[in-house]
């Protein structure tokens, strides 16, 4: 997750780039249980990483149906690995921006 601060950074001076659906894992800890989309994407050759949540039930064939899809990621200009994956409505209007009809899909997998 990323913090009230980062989040203030990325609004000061954001790009948008898109990254890509590299893995999946599994992640349990004391009060929850979810997978974690890892994304990758590049800025000016040099890669970077951040993740996105999945709806716990999906199934192995829906989770492996993730695997490199496109999402856009905001990030700081100055800080590129001040990132955020775009992957819900939420997400779009936390920096106030217009969820796209192209990404309607991510609904059934994503939160």
């Known amino acids: 997750m990323f913090t009230i601060y980062e989040r203030k950074q990325i609004r ?3 790009a948008i780039t898109i990254g890509t659906v590299v893995r999946y894992e ?3 800890t004391k009060y929850r249980q979810f997978y974690r989309a890892c994304v990758q994407y590049s ?3 040099k890669p970077f990483s951040g993740t996105s949540r999945l709806n716990r039930r999906l199934t192995k064939p829906q989770l492996n ?3 490199n899809e496109k999402l856009p990621v905001i990030y700081e200009k100055g800080n590129p690995g001040n990132g955020v994956v775009l992957a ?3 997400r779009f209007g936390n ?3 217009m969820f796209p009809d ?4 991510t609904g059934q997998y994503f939160y």
């Open 102 to 105: 192209s990404l309607r899909w």
């Open 12 to 14: 000061k001076n954001s």
């Open 88 to 90: 819900n409505e939420e």
């Open 65 to 67: 149906a993730v695997l």
């Open 26 to 28: 599994y992640v349990s």
């Open 43 to 45: 800025v000016d050759g």
């Open 95 to 97: 920096f106030g921006l």
